[in-house]
């Protein structure tokens, strides 16, 4: 099946900071790719997706392009804030009939004031 | 709409006692999931459901059942519950398969702890 690696955390930043979350996955051809974000004592939510190649997914000022070249679907926000204090998970489809999602380890961010 | 619910949000239970996890969603989806959360390790798929009366293993069935009765519910069964399964459980839900376009939708979670 398909996999996903994502930079471990954890993270932190200072408000207004720039945030990269690394992650790269390996696929059968090019699954959509998805953000996930939990947010403390709370269950997963879609953050952002892409469904094919090039595509660039974006939500709440953060935003992620699906790269094939580099198998590659970083998160990046401009400018953080210390409500965006979450762990984010970056997952692919399983592949085959499963439809079960793979996820990443999850990266915990932190935001300082 | 309520969305993905669980029941309960937390248990404790000692080893060998047996309990049932409920989700429940409210949006018609055909395929529901249950995962376990553990430090470090991401979700990991327990097991897996594609309609009503439907059911199949995931990653880490091993010590857990499962049963889809109705379409709306996800049943999630320890018969015998070890302390290896302390963890956080998430119960989630698509239209169609996961994979490729559709979104999971996932509940608020249960935090079990096996002493």
Sequence with gaps: ?113 | NAGVTQTPKFRVLKTGQSMTLLCAQDMNHEYMYWYRQDPGMGLRLIHYSVGEGTTAKGEVPDGYNVSRLKKQNFLLGLESAAPSQTSVYFCASSMRRGAFTDTQYFGPGTRLTVL
């Design chain 1, 1 to 113: 099946g398909n996999s996903v690696t994502q930079m471990e955390g954890p993270v932190t930043l200072s408000e207004e900071a720039f945030l990269t979350i690394n992650c790269t996955y390996t696929a059968t051809g090019y699954p959509s790719l998805f953000w996930y974000v939990q947010y403390p004592g709370e269950g997963l939510q879609l953050l952002l997706k892409a469904t094919k190649a090039d595509d660039k997914g974006s939500n709440k000022g953060f935003e992620a392009t699906y790269r094939k070249e580099t198998t590659s679907f970083h998160l990046e926000k401009g400018s953080v804030q210390v409500s965006d204090s979450a762990v984010y998970f970056c997952a692919s489809p399983y592949g085959g009939s499963q439809g079960n999602l793979i996820f990443g380890k999850g990266t915990k961010l932190s935001v300082k004031p």
